[in-house]
């Protein structure tokens, strides 16, 4: 369920999801405001962060799969703009 869909001042769209079950969860969010199109943190954890045909931070699901929190974490530690926030 997108709780959130909307456009940031560079006209690209940040998404948000959260539901009920998401709780809790180890989260990622990309402020499109800020993002670059570096691509260092698809570089560094594709599992996690995917790139849109432009080459900026595209999020397919904010949720981390259990276990990979750690690349999560340096994915976002990666951005040279620290356009990702990791929320626990």
Do not use: F, K
């Amino acid at each position: 369920m997108w709780s959130r869909d909307h456009r940031g001042q560079n006209g690209r769209t940040s998404h948000h999801a959260r539901t009920e079950a998401e709780e809790g969860a180890v989260r990622v969010e990309v402020d499109l405001n800020i993002c670059e199109g570096h691509g260092q943190c698809n570089a560094v954890a594709p599992e996690i962060y995917d790139l849109d045909d432009g080459g900026y931070c595209l999020i397919r699901n904010p949720e981390v799969p259990p276990g990979l929190e750690p690349q999560a974490e340096e994915g976002a530690r990666a951005c040279p703009v620290q356009a990702i926030t990791v929320t626990h």
